[in-house]
C-alpha cells in the first residue's frame, strides 16, 4: 500500500483541512465584530457609513482571490499539493495576525485601516487557492466512489471554525460589558486564532504528497497553466456560475447573519451568536450527507433540486421573517438556508473537481471558485446592507440568494445539457484511483 492511500482516512482529511479552520476563523470573526471594527479602524460620520467601509474592506479581499488562485495555483499543480497547502496556511497566518495585532485609527491615524486591509489582501492571495488546494487533496485520496464524501469535509472544516468562532463569541458577550467588547474585547478571539496557528502547521507539516500527483507524468510550468485555463475556458467560466449558489448562500447564512440578526432585526447579540452557531451545526450535518448522497445517485439531481427550493423560497422566508421577526423566526429560516447550502454544496465543490483537467486541477478549480467568491459571495454582506439602505426593504437579501441560485441552475444545466455528466461519471472512478 502506497504513502498516498495509507492517508486516505479520518487523519489525513483533518490535516489537510486544518488550514481551512483558520480561514474561515478570521473571516467569520471579521464579519461578526463589523460594528466594532469599523470603530476602531474606519471612523465615518455614520454608523452606515462606517459599516460600509468595514464590509467593503472585507470583500476587497476576495478581489485578490483570482490572482492567487491562478499564481498560487500553479504552484501547486507544479511543485505539488503538500508545498502548496504550507504556503497557503503561512500567508493566512499574516493576516490574521495584523488584524489581532494593529492599534486602532485614533492611535496611529491611517496607518490602522491601511495594515488592516494589507492583511485582507494577504488573506484573500492566499484563500484564493487553499480552498481548491484542499478540495483536490481530497479528491485525489478519496477511495473510488467517495470522493463526494471527501470532499465535503472541506466545507465541513469550515463550519466548525463558525461554530467555534461563535461559542468564543457567545462567551465574551457574557463575560464582558458591551463598553469592553466594542473598544478591545473583540480582539482576544484573533489572539486566540493566532496561538492556533503554530499547532496547525505542526499538523500540516505531516501531509504526504497525493500518489496521484506523483504519477502524474508531467509538471506544467506557468505558462502552461495560464495556456490550459485558456484552452478550458468555457469549462472555468460555468465552473463559476456554478459556485454563485454556494458562496452568496455561505456568506449569508455565516457572516452576515451576526449583523442581520443585531442591526436589522434587533435581536440581542446572544440570539445571533445561537442562531450563528446553530446554522454551523446543521451545515456540518448537511454537507457530508449530501455529499455521500451525491456519490450514490449523482451530483446534477441535488444541485437542480436546491436550486429550484432556493429560487422558490429564499426571498419569501425573509419576507416572513423581517414582517415577524423573532429569535425562533429567524432560527427557522437560516437553518432552512443553512439544509440549502449544505446540500448544494456537498454536492457542487466536488464537481467542480470533476469538471477540471487534472493538469489545471488546481488553478482551474481555484479561479474559478475564486471568481464567484469575488464578484458575487465575497460582497455579500456589503450588497445586503447596500440593498435595504436603498430599497427599504429589509428582505432583500433574499433576492441577492434568489439571483444566485437562478445563475447556478442556469450553468448546471447548461453544463449537464452539454456532457459533464458524463464526463464526471468517468472522473469519479478515476479521481480517487
Not at 50 to 76: E, K, N
Not at 197 to 208: A, E, H, N, Y
Not at 313 to 337: D, G, K, N, R
Request: hydrophobic share 50%.
Amino acid at each position: 500500500m502506497s504513502a498516498a492511500r495509507k492517508t486516505s482516512g479520518a487523519g489525513a482529511v483533518v490535516r489537510v483541512t486544518s488550514g481551512n479552520f483558520i480561514e474561515m476563523f478570521d473571516f467569520f470573526l471579521f464579519g461578526f465584530y463589523a460594528t466594532a471594527i469599523a470603530k476602531a479602524f474606519f471612523p465615518a460620520d455614520s454608523e452606515y457609513a462606517s459599516l460600509m467601509l468595514t464590509f467593503a474592506s472585507f470583500g476587497v479581499g476576495f478581489l485578490m482571490r483570482p490572482l492567487g488562485a491562478v499564481v498560487l495555483g500553479a504552484y501547486i499543480d507544479r511543485m505539488g499539493r503538500r508545498k502548496g497547502l504550507l504556503l497557503t496556511l503561512s500567508l493566512m497566518a499574516v493576516g490574521t495576525a495584523l488584524v489581532a495585532f494593529v492599534p486602532s485609527y485614533e492611535t496611529i491615524g491611517l496607518l490602522a485601516p491601511t495594515l488592516v486591509l494589507l492583511g485582507r489582501l494577504l488573506q484573500g492571495l492566499s484563500a484564493g487557492v487553499e480552498l481548491g488546494g484542499v478540495s483536490v487533496y481530497l479528491a485525489e485520496i478519496a477511495p473510488p466512489g467517495r470522493q463526494g464524501f471527501y470532499v465535503s469535509w472541506q466545507s465541513g472544516s469550515q463550519q466548525v471554525a463558525v461554530i467555534v468562532s461563535a461559542l468564543l463569541g457567545y462567551g465574551l458577550n457574557q463575560l464582558l460589558p458591551r463598553s469592553e467588547l466594542d473598544a478591545w474585547g473583540w480582539r482576544i478571539p484573533f489572539f486566540i486564532g493566532c496561538l492556533i496557528i503554530p499547532g496547525l502547521f505542526v499538523i500540516r507539516r505531516s501531509l504526504q504528497e497525493t500518489e496521484a500527483f506523483l504519477k502524474s507524468p508531467h509538471r506544467p510550468s506557468f505558462g502552461e497553466v495560464l495556456r490550459g485555463l485558456v484552452q478550458h475556458g468555457r469549462t472555468v467560466l460555468f465552473g463559476t456560475l456554478l459556485i454563485v449558489m454556494t458562496t452568496v448562500s455561505f456568506y449569508l447564512i455565516t457572516v452576515y447573519t451576526p449583523t442581520f440578526g443585531k442591526s436589522v432585526l434587533k435581536l440581542s447579540t446572544s440570539d445571533a451568536l445561537i442562531v450563528t452557531l446553530a446554522v454551523g451545526l446543521s451545515n456540518l450535518f448537511w454537507l457530508p450527507v449530501m455529499g455521500a448522497l451525491s456519490d450514490r445517485i449523482g451530483r446534477a439531481p441535488i444541485m437542480i433540486a436546491t436550486t429550484l427550493l432556493a429560487l422558490l423560497t429564499a426571498y419569501p422566508a425573509m419576507s416572513w421573517l423581517v414582517a415577524s421577526p423573532s429569535f425562533a423566526h429567524m432560527l427557522e429560516v437560516e437553518l432552512w438556508l443553512s439544509f440549502l447550502y449544505g446540500s448544494y454544496n456537498g454536492a457542487t465543490v466536488v464537481a467542480l473537481t470533476e469538471l477540471i483537467p487534472p493538469h489545471i486541477r488546481t488553478a482551474g478549480f481555484s479561479f474559478a471558485y475564486s471568481l464567484a467568491t469575488a464578484i458575487f459571495g465575497g460582497f455579500t454582506p456589503l450588497v445586503s446592507t447596500w440593498l435595504i439602505e436603498v430599497t427599504g426593504n429589509r428582505a432583500a437579501p433574499g433576492l441577492w440568494v434568489t439571483m444566485a441560485a437562478a445563475i447556478s441552475l442556469g450553468a448546471t444545466l447548461w453544463l449537464y445539457g452539454n456532457g459533464a455528466g458524463r464526463h464526471q461519471d468517468e472522473e469519479q472512478g478515476a479521481v480517487g484511483a
